[in-house]
């Protein structure tokens, strides 16, 4: 069967076709039938209220959500400069605590080592200097340890004496020993530096000479720098303790290095060879050392403090405050710097203020002096008595490490 097509047209012939529908009851009929089936009682039906619908929290949340919108944008707006301001401020001081940061702890209590976490840092601007009345109940361990720039950094730890009997069965145990025991267990990348020790080929003493064993693929010359940092390391570990180095080859026979060519007979560890002034070294994890400039070398403690005065390079920065002046005199045992202008230290940075002394103070003790400092307008400042001259160190840069 064909389906018709149903439209408008369709649709409007058809009910033209639709009989008509008529009804022939009267007004009053068609009332008494209603009026039969209760359509005007007195009580109407009830009629079921519907249900009503429950609150729409979506729409209401949306908007308190953008009129929460609109007042911080008001307000970040209105608040920009003090938003920018707070961030610049927090910059600055992240860049400062970088910095300070890497100092090393000497607050904690270095005869106990249950307090001495494995590698600890301190944010003070406290001394970083070791004197020899430091040294009571503990065992100085110096080493010079491998910096960013292919430089030995001179550090020094300090190790309760019953750790040292622990390991070794004496509490006076020679440089060497306490070399050959320690340097092993340091974690020199922990410590911000390059794995560098112990050292390769084989190392003996005899007497004040420390003899080096070099062997053939050692690998300390392949480089002006990685020579420099042999050399120095050398004089940083090994610098207070014996007076020389004889480096050989497997055969006893005088090394052969590279870019220097033959060695001579010993290299010495002491003496003018070793006469340093003390500059800023920052690594890149942002510690900051205090380190001889390069190892350059001077006659006499004058120039060596006057060439301090100077930015030589861009690896290692004077340590001597900006716009400061001073006079050097040097009196046999006691070199004398004079403050051209009376020096406030509580109007410069903390720790700016003390690299400056301690680089001066390690500056004369390379010349085995002690130093007297005039013109500074405090006395006692940061455990400092500036009345007389100051002790001399036997090492810097202390660090705390927990073996």
């Known amino acids: 069967m064909k389906k018709e097509r149903w439209d408008e047209e369709n649709l409007e012939q058809l009910l033209k076709q639709a009989p008509k529908v008529t009804d022939h009851r009267t007004k009053d009929e068609i009332f008494n039938r209603l009026k039969d089936d209760g359509a005007f009682n007195e009580q109407p039906p009830q009629i079921q209220q519907p249900n009503q619908k429950g609150i729409r929290w979506a729409p209401l949340l949306v908007s308190i959500a953008s009129l929460f919108i609109i007042v911080l944008i008001g307000a970040q707006f209105l608040g920009n400069d003090q938003s920018i301001s707070m961030e610049q401020n927090t910059f600055d001081m992240a860049t400062t605590e970088s910095e300070e940061s890497a100092k090393m702890s000497r607050t904690e209590d270095v005869s106990d080592p249950s307090t001495i976490s494995n590698f600890s840092l301190d944010a003070q601007a406290e001394q970083t200097l070791i004197y020899e009345s430091q040294l009571e109940g503990v065992t100085l361990f110096k080493i010079g340890l491998a910096g960013d720039d292919a430089e030995s950094v001179p550090v020094s730890i300090l190790i309760p004496n019953e750790v040292v009997v622990d390991k070794l069965g004496t509490d006076n145990p020679t440089t060497l020993e306490l070399y050959k025991t320690f ?153 004398t710097v004079t403050f051209e202008q009376a020096l406030d230290l509580e109007q410069y940075d903390a720790a700016q203020a003390m690299r400056m002394i301690e680089g001066l103070i390690l500056t004369a003790a390379s010349f085995d002096k002690q130093i007297k400092f005039e013109k500074i307008v405090q006395e006692n400042w940061s455990g400092f008595d500036f009345t007389k001259p100051l002790e001399k160190p036997i090492a810097g840069n202390l660090l705390f490490y927990n073996f």
């Open 183 to 335: 340097s092993p267990l340091l974690d020199e990348h922990m410590m911000g530096f390059n794995e560098y020790h112990p050292l390769k080929g084989e190392l003996r003493e005899e007497g004040d000479k420390l003899i080096h064993t070099l062997p053939d693929d050692h690998g300390y010359d392949t480089s002006s720098a990685t020579l420099s940092n042999y050399f120095g390391s050398l004089v940083d570990t090994f610098g207070n303790s014996y007076e020389e180095v004889q480096i050989e080859d497997a055969k006893g026979e005088v090394v052969y290095f590279d870019y220097v060519g033959e060695t001579a007979q010993s290299f010495q560890l002491k003496g003018e060879q070793t006469q340093y002034n003390y500059f800023m070294y920052q690594m890149r994890d942002g510690a900051v050392y205090l380190s001889p400039n390069f190892r350059m070398t001077f006659p006499n403690v004058t120039e060596a403090i006057d060439n301090m005065t100077t930015e030589a390079n861009d690896i290692y920065r004077t340590v001597i405050l900006p716009g400061i002046s001073l006079k050097v005199e040097d009196e046999g045992d006691i070199v």
